[in-house]
């Protein structure tokens, strides 16, 4: 065990470009207990204060986002190769988006991904697809890569911006306001572990729905009697809900889960994480 908290959160995220996105969902769990879903039209900088506040609070709260902290690097040497700017490290990824996006309201990342060398690594709407996207699924960082081949879910690539199963777009607007909370909530692997206070970190609700029993097809939880299904193996009572959808009952069950993962040191410690993968491409924790 790396240290103890006392809270945990899954924030469900979403990259849809409005400022209210209704797949914005927070989960809030007091160590074991039943995980509570805070009650608000998230926006993407509601959730960035939120955590700002818990910080100056030093909340000892462990907190989830479902989305992916950086692009691939590692397979080609370069997150965007070909372009002389492409950025040297996450946190300087997350830089350019951010500067690439300023004019972008409620943190949507359209600048980045409309920059004409950019897009060409992109596969998007209306049937474009650029030349260095590479076809197939796309490139994945190493961790998505082991979440695959390992069975813990299908992880896919953030150059893909097309499908029911795309992550690209919430990926990018998360890495923008990691970049806004820079210096203030470390995130795990790119900055140490804190004595104290909230760590973010990366998760794939997947693989907590798969930790709560739900077989390979049923982690959608769209109902009270599939939640109650989902937490009735840790022993906790479903909260009542006033909406039964994915984002929702996600976070909870990603709250849930991420309070007893955290308590399982070699889930700190995965055998693919090196200094180098934490610096270039981060990992999703619980991908061992």
């Known amino acids: 065990m790396t240290r103890t908290f006392t809270r945990f959160a899954c924030i469900d995220w979403s990259g849809q470009a409005v400022e209210r996105p209704k797949g914005i969902a927070v989960a809030v769990a007091e160590g074991r207990e039943a995980p509570v879903l805070l009650d608000h039209a998230w926006s993407r900088q509601d959730v960035a204060d939120w955590l700002i506040e818990q910080a100056a609070a030093k909340v000892d709260l462990l907190v989830g986002f479902d989305f992916s902290m950086a692009l691939p690097f590692l397979d080609a040497g370069a997150y965007l190769p070909g372009w002389p700017d492409s950025p040297a490290d996450a946190r300087a990824l997350w830089a350019a988006i951010d500067d690439l996006s300023a004019n972008d309201p409620h943190l949507a990342a359209g600048g980045f991904v409309d920059h004409p060398d950019i897009a060409r690594h992109f596969r998007r709407h209306g049937g474009l697809e650029g030349d260095l996207f590479g076809g197939g699924m796309g490139r994945m960082r190493l961790t998505e890569r082991a979440c695959r081949e390992g069975g813990h879910g299908n992880a896919v690539s953030c150059f893909n911006l097309v499908g029911a199963a795309q992550v690209g777009k919430s990926s990018l607007t998360g890495m923008r306001m990691l970049h806004k909370l820079a210096g203030r ?31 390979k097809g049923r982690s959608k939880m769209r109902d009270a009697a599939a939640l109650a299904l989902a937490l009735a193996g840790w022993g906790i009572d479903a909260p009542v809900l006033a909406r039964y959808d994915d984002h929702a009952t996600d976070a ?35 991908v061992p």
């Open 185 to 215: 909530v470390p995130v795990w692997p790119f900055d140490p572990v804190p004595d104290k206070g909230p760590l973010i970190v990366e998760l794939y609700t997947s693989i907590a729905a798969r930790a709560a029993g739900l077989g």
């Open 252 to 286: 909870i069950v990603g709250a849930a889960w991420l309070a007893r993962a955290a308590e399982v040191p070699g889930l700190w410690h995965p055998s693919g994480l090196t200094d180098e993968v934490a610096a270039l491409e981060g990992w999703t924790f619980g």
